[in-house]
């Protein structure tokens, strides 16, 4: 534990469970008063026990981020207990995982709402308290799904594009505030969201093996130290930026590449 998030305020959403969760504990860990927010009481309580228990600061407040005056009160009432809000991370996120053409209205706005709006809105709740008080840092994340083609996740990665391209904009239009905006994509990460159980060590190596190049799965944690940085004055020259931290998913191709005679050896 050092201090890199010292003095800071931090809201997390998604904090209930994977990358949210790691995230929050992280924060917590390097000195921010973190704001969880998820869903499932149960869940937002467990990670709040697990900051305090290791003499963390943090409040949870839940709320179904689908609802816009739901996640605007969250940013307000965090706001309001500790006066001040330095960094959002929007971590909360859900799959709606078939195929194009079963892909229904429900999902779309299942995905739009969870995915999206709800990033939106919490950044317009939070940015006239960040110009307020003279700057801040938002992460957004989004998904190695923007970059490779992926089956059976179309309004999925339509909106984890569309996170990106947005937090482009927004970097843009609030770096003379001194608020920075930098999106975080991860590749596949051991998670509530994985269709696989934890488990079930062969298929998560499986999967593992098909995916990244480092030849395992990603932990939250992985993810949750590139928010702290990103969170951080440490990344103060950073912003507008999309980091990828996916093993090395997007390089990934066919694992084993055939030889010119090897080809021209087949009938
Ligand atoms: N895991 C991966 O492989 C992967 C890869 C790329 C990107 N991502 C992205 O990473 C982010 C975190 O996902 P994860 O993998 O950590 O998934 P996860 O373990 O399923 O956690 C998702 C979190 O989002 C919360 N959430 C979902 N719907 C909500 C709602 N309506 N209101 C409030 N909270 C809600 C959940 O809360 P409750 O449990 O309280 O409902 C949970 O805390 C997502 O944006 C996801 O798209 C994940």
């Known amino acids: 534990m050092t201090d890199r998030l010292n003095g800071k305020i931090a809201l997390v959403t998604g904090a209930g469970n994977g990358i949210g969760r790691a995230t929050a504990i992280r924060f917590a860990a390097e000195g921010a008063k973190v704001i ?34 739901e996640i605007i009160s969250v940013v307000k009432q ?38 999206f709006l709800s990033y939106v809105y919490a950044m317009q709740t939070v940015i006239p308290y ?30 984890k594009a569309a996170i990106n391209k947005l937090s482009i904009d927004v970097a843009y239009e609030q770096a003379p505030n001194k608020i920075r905006v930098n999106v975080v994509c991860p590749g596949p990460v051991l998670t509530g969201m994985t269709p696989i159980s934890a488990d079930n060590t062969a298929a998560i190596q499986a999967l593992a093996d098909n995916f990244s190049i480092i030849g ?52």
């Open 78 to 115: 965090g706001h309001d207990h500790y006066g001040s809000l330095d960094v959002l991370c929007n971590c909360a996120g859900v799959l709606a995982s078939k195929p194009f053409l079963e892909q229904t209205d429900e999902d779309f706005e299942l995905i739009s709402q969870t995915n």
């Open 216 to 267: 395992r799965m990603g932990r939250p944690e992985d993810i949750a130290n590139m928010n702290l940085f990103l969170a951080s004055d440490e990344a103060e020259w950073v912003t507008g930026a999309t980091i990828l931290v996916d093993g090395g998913t997007n390089l990934s191709g066919p694992k084993f590449v055939p030889t010119a005679a090897e080809v021209l050896s087949r009938d």
């Open 130 to 159: 960040m110009i307020e008080q003279g700057g801040g840092s938002i992460v957004n994340i989004a998904s190695v799904s923007v970059y490779k083609p992926e089956l059976n996740s179309y309004y999925y990665g339509a909106f």
């Open 36 to 69: 969880a927010t998820t869903r499932n009481a149960e869940r937002g309580e467990s990670t709040l026990a697990t900051i305090k228990k290791a003499g963390g600061q943090a409040i949870f407040i839940p709320a179904n981020i689908r609802n816009k005056s």
